[in-house]
């Protein structure tokens, strides 16, 4: 299969995922997603990716698994040939207060949120040091910047992926490979839609609205595409949430 450029977004199927593999498919890329487990969600969001006029193909695997990960990657590697952008996105919340949350809790979100960026990075980016060229987009959150009271583990793993983020700039840069992180605030997704208080925060939100996925997968897409000399930076995507 040839591909002149492609696009892999993890947590792709859903939300914020599936908006920014829409989003890089109007870009012009081919766009693989990849998923957990609802395979029919995954299974509409590439046919809406070939209704723009692209390849898009989705994988099932569970980003905290290293094997899996390594697995599929590779044969992603090998059916396509490049990886020219990744977005870091799949993520979950389990939350509880610190006193309450036992280790369970603490290991699956630092697992799939934070583990999941070493394992599916490195082999991306080997492969993206012989192109020498490659974006990376790790999806943190503004509660990763602020910390937030029930998400210790969240805010944790996602505290991680921007020490993470900057790390991967100073390393990689010599090599054209940038790597950037947006950090969502409030958006309306299924992770969001038991939200209790929500009237509460909208108050903290300048714009007053909750973000849409779109609001977000358009911040990835510039980083992605148009920052080409933006590197190590977390771009928060909150409404003025927090100025
Ligand atoms: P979402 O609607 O719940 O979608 C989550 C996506 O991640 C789905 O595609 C899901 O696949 C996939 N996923 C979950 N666990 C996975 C695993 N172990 N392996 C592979 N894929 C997995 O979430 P969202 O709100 O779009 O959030 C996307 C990212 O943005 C997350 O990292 C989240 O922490 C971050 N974020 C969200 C908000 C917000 O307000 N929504 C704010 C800040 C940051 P299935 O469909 O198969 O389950």
């Given at each position: 299969m040839t591909t002149e450029k492609l696009a892999l977004v993890t947590?792709?199927?859903?939300?914020i995922g599936k908006a920014a593999a829409l989003e890089l498919a109007k870009a012009g890329f081919d766009v693989v997603i990849n998923y957990a487990g609802n395979t029919e969600a995954a299974q509409k969001t590439v046919e809406e990716i070939k209704a723009l006029g692209v390849q898009g193909e989705a994988y099932k695997f569970d980003v905290s698994n290293v094997e899996e990960v390594n697995k599929n990657i590779a044969s992603i590697i090998e059916k396509?040939?490049?990886?020219?952008v990744l977005v870091n996105n799949a993520g979950i919340t389990r939350d509880d207060l610190f006193i309450r949350m036992d280790e369970d809790k603490w290991n699956q979100v630092i697992n799939t949120n934070l583990n999941s960026a070493f394992y599916v990075t490195k082999p991306v980016v080997k492969l993206m040091m012989k192109q020498r060229f490659g974006a990376i987009i790790n999806t943190t959150s503004v509660v990763g910047v602020y910390g937030n009271v029930g998400q210790a583990n969240y805010s944790a793993a996602k505290a991680g992926l921007i020490g993470f983020t900057k790390s991967l700039a100073k390393e990689l840069g010599s090599r054209n490979i940038r790597v950037n992180a947006v950090a969502p605030g409030f958006i309306a997704t299924d992770m969001t839609?038991?939200?209790?208080n929500a009237d509460e925060y909208l108050k903290l939100i300048s714009l007053r609205r909750m973000g849409e996925a779109a609001d977000v997968a358009r911040a990835i897409k510039f980083l992605a595409v148009?920052?080409?000399?933006?590197?190590?930076q977390v771009l928060e995507v909150d409404g003025g949430l927090i100025i």
């Open positions: 947590g792709g199927s859903r939300g396509y040939g490049r990886i020219d839609k038991d939200l209790a148009d920052g080409t000399y933006i590197t190590g």
